[in-house]
């Protein structure tokens, strides 16, 4: 189950790399997004979170945008993460791009996005995706799948194809202003290249290397 890891493309060298890692984010993620054969999801990420006691929980997520600013999800506000966010804005995010023998690493701090980016990512879902944020009480106990069938069931006869959906109050997204983003790049015999911005304050970034 060991791997040697072979780039092709002379690595990770900090000659390359975009001054602002959004934009090497944005490389990254065009090449993840086009690779061949295609990765299963590029946009799926590893969420974790800490409650209000230290103890950590993670779970995949999609990215659904990102910008200068920072990665925007979307998520029901009584969820486990949200609940944990609520009180300790700290988050952890992972891009495993297995595959590419690529991943990028970020640590930041949580903030709600606006009702109004959170309305028009809200409507542009499918009808049924729209119905499962008002069916699903997520992370909440149910007795058995008959309670969430039951739930989504009268959602649909409420609101039938084409009918427009309110959005949720307990629903919305977040976005991560990262404070550092790794970009971590296999290389043989475990000499990884691993290149890690670090918010240096007034729109500045250093980029540090790191022993892999």
Known sequence: MREQYRT???????????AHPMEQFTRWFKEAATAGPPLAEPNAMIVSTA??????????????????????????????KARDLAVNPHVALLFPWHPMSR???VTGTA??????????YFHSRPHGSQLGAWASAQSSVLADRSELDAAYAELTRRHPAGSAIPVPPHWGGFRVTPHT?????GRENRLHDRLRYVDAGAGAWRVERLSP
């Open 8 to 18: 092709h493309d002379g690595g990770l060298l900090e000659t390359g790399i975009a």
């Open 103 to 105: 991943q990028v690493l």
């Open 181 to 185: 983003v790794e970009f971590w790049q």
């Open 51 to 80: 409650d209000a006691e230290g103890r950590p929980s993670s779970r995949t997520v999609l990215l659904k945008s990102y910008d200068d600013e920072g990665f925007v999800f979307y998520t029901n506000y009584g969820s486990r």
């Open 111 to 120: 903030a709600r996005t606006t009702r109004e980016e959170t309305a028009a």
